[in-house]
């Protein structure tokens, strides 16, 4: 009976470590499979900190020089940018030199791992179908490779009837959508009335503010003189831009340019609260368009503002590529 006994203890020994050593194995296994995984990530994007949410081609004000994709892709090289947006500009009050869909789509694409291009259309083009035609005419550059709709700066209302048909039909494409705002171009109020309809109207656009108009909207009390300038000094509570971000999912912010910086610099303390608190949908961008071109961007992030490590990684990188479908 003893002996018996032995033999069943043995037995059962031997399984318990068979069945150690297999648990073990499988973690080792299932340890290896995420650094593979986060291999292949890292093998998948370029190198770089940041993924610009804003960049021109070409030549787009007469008082300044023409860039092309290899110097793009230089100064991206020299400032840890991984990938770049590349938009348009389709409207009269845009720019002194229209860069159309198809320049952008024509100049990146033998670079399309790291420029990623934009369509646009200005509102007051003659097409017939209304929401359908204009889904035609967007498809046809979606099919070329447009990650996206912008950058949209016509000059009428924010809520114009004809700018309402261009989010309608980026709304059954599901194609994100980056403003430009201002007292020109995109007009709004203060509180930013017509962009809260457009938002309402068309929840599966993600709208993504830029310009003066949006940035300024960071603070409350604001004038409408205020949507077409770069107002300094502290941030007062109650502004736009937090009250739309906090009721609407599908709004985003893009830092570029002086409106953007300047926001966050104005008052730094509330920009990093800001940045901290809306983490989630702040997209780096410095609206980098000629050589040689100044972007302050760098500075306030790398100098004076001093964001946790997650924070940065979302605002620097990761949303824009969740926003674009391009991982993370």
Same mark, same amino acid.
């Given at each position: 009976m003893q002996i018996a006994e032995c033999r069943l203890q043995s037995a059962a020994a031997i399984t318990r470590r068979s069945f150690c050593r297999a648990v073990a194995a499988a973690v080792a296994a299932a340890g290896a499979a995420a650094v593979t995984r986060r291999a292949a990530a890292q093998e998948k994007f370029p190198n770089g900190k940041y993924v610009d949410m804003h960049t021109h081609l070409g030549q787009t004000w007469n008082t300044t020089q023409p860039l092309s994709a290899e110097e793009l892709l230089r100064w991206m090289d020299a400032h840890s940018v991984s990938q770049a947006v590349v938009l348009p500009l389709t409207s009269p009050e845009s720019?002194?030199?229209?860069?159309?869909?198809?320049?952008?789509?024509?100049?990146?694409?033998?670079?399309?791992?790291?420029?990623?291009?934009?369509?646009?259309?200005?509102?007051?083009?003659?097409?017939?179908?209304?929401?359908?035609? =204009?889904?035609?005419? %967007?498809?046809?550059? #979606? &099919?070329?490779?447009?990650?996206?709709?912008?950058?949209?700066? *016509? +000059?009428?209302?924010?809520?114009?009837?004809?700018?309402?048909?261009?989010?309608?039909?980026?709304?059954? =494409?599901?194609?994100? %959508?980056?403003?430009? #705002? &201002?007292?020109?171009?995109?007009?709004?109020?203060?509180?930013? *009335? +017509?962009?809260?309809?457009?938002?309402?109207?068309?929840?599966?656009?993600?709208?993504?503010?830029?310009?003066?108009?949006?940035?300024?909207?960071?603070?409350?009390?604001?004038?409408?003189?205020?949507?077409?300038?770069?107002?300094? +000094?502290k941030v007062a509570p109650g502004g736009a831009i937090d009250a739309l971000m906090e009721k609407y999912p599908n709004i985003y912010a893009d830092l570029s340019a002086g409106s953007g910086a300047g926001a966050i610099s104005r008052d730094l303390d509330f920009g990093r609260e800001f940045l901290i608190r809306r983490q989630d949908r702040v997209c780096f961008g410095t609206d980098f368009l000629s050589p040689g071109q100044g972007v302050p961007q760098f500075d306030l992030f790398e100098q004076q503002l001093e964001l946790p490590e997650e924070v940065q990684r979302k605002v620097f990188r990761d949303n824009g590529r969740k926003l674009l479908g391009l991982g993370a």
């Open positions: 720019s002194s030199f229209l860069l159309t869909s198809d320049f952008v789509l024509a100049e990146t694409k033998p670079f399309r791992d790291r420029l990623i291009p934009f369509c646009s259309i200005d509102p007051r083009t003659s097409y017939t179908g209304g929401v359908k035609g =204009l889904v035609a005419i %967007l498809k046809r550059w #979606i &099919d070329l490779g447009a990650k996206g709709f912008g950058e949209h700066k *016509p +000059g009428v209302n924010f809520d114009d009837p004809r700018n309402m048909t261009i989010y309608a039909a980026c709304n059954e =494409l599901k194609l994100p %959508l980056l403003f430009h #705002i &201002d007292s020109q171009r995109n007009m709004d109020k203060p509180g930013l *009335p +017509g962009l809260e309809k457009a938002i309402k109207e068309n929840p599966d656009v993600n709208f993504i503010g830029h310009g003066p108009g949006w940035w300024a909207s960071i603070s409350g009390g604001i004038s409408e003189r205020d949507l077409g300038g770069y107002p300094k +000094g």
